[in-house]
């Protein structure tokens, strides 16, 4: 079956730099999305990795490793407004995206 | 700028009743879909539609039904509500196949709870 795993839940300090990770088995790889989800409103995307590497976008880099199924979502400088849940998603060889269940992310003062 | 709509955005139906959620995007994508969201559990594809006229189930069609009689609508239909279709409903809409990197995107959500 297909699977993607993240941690249900992260607590880090404002101004601090937090990890979110992610790991999948999939039937193929076509990508991997990472998307943002506050409290009670619709996800919005915030990167796209295919080739193995790190992408910086501002404070967010997300890292994809396509032989370990791994990827990473590195936020620096943490802002309160940063508290919400990180969604995982991998493009499977049908083109169909498979989600984790995300993980939520406490920013503390 | 309005993106992808939904409505309506809350709904409480007994069981067996029947409704319509609509899904409206003015983005021109040739993508939309639907999905629900419960708690604990990655978001799961209900039906998609790859342009207009045409549908497709995803990984929990049962239960469910679309149609996508024009290209900026795409509407969910629950024949017979029962319980276990108590959930988030998500809409989101993208350029083309997401293969190309396209993301999609969401509307606000539908909040569904059947009694």
């Known amino acids: 079956g297909q699977n993607i795993d993240q941690p249900t839940e992260m607590t880090a300090t404002e101004g601090a730099i937090v990890q979110i990770n992610c790991t999948y088995q999939t039937s193929g790889f076509n990508g991997l999305f990472w998307y943002q989800q506050h409290a009670g409103e619709a996800p919005t995307f915030l990167s796209y990795?295919?080739l193995d590497g790190l992408e910086e976008k501002g404070r967010f880099s997300s890292f994809l490793s396509r032989s370990k199924g791994y990827s990473y979502l590195l936020l620096k400088e943490l802002q309160m407004k940063d508290s919400a849940s990180y969604l995982c998603?991998?493009?499977?060889?049908?083109?169909?995206?498979?989600w984790g269940a995300g993980t939520k992310l406490i920013i503390k003062p | 700028n309005a993106g992808v709509t939904q409505t309506p955005k809350f709904r409480v139906l007994k069981t067996g009743q029947s409704m319509t959620l609509l899904c409206a995007q003015d983005?021109?994508?040739?993508?939309m879909y639907w999905y629900r969201q419960d708690p604990g559990m990655g978001l799961r594809l209900i039906h998609y539609?790859?342009?207009?006229?045409?549908?497709a189930k995803g990984e929990v069609p049962d239960g469910y039904n679309v149609s996508r009689l024009k290209k900026q609508n795409f509407l969910l239909g629950l024949e017979s509500a029962a319980p276990s279709q108590t959930s988030v409903y998500f809409c989101?809409?993208?350029?083309?196949?997401?293969?190309?990197?396209?993301?999609?995107?969401f509307g606000d959500g539908t909040r569904l709870s059947i009694l």
């Open positions: 990795n295919v």
């Open positions: 983005m021109n994508h040739e993508y």
């Open positions: 989101a809409s993208s350029r083309g196949e997401t293969g190309t990197n396209q993301p999609q995107h």
């Open positions: 998603a991998v493009l499977d060889s049908n083109y169909q995206l498979i």
């Open positions: 539609s790859v342009g207009e006229g045409t549908t």
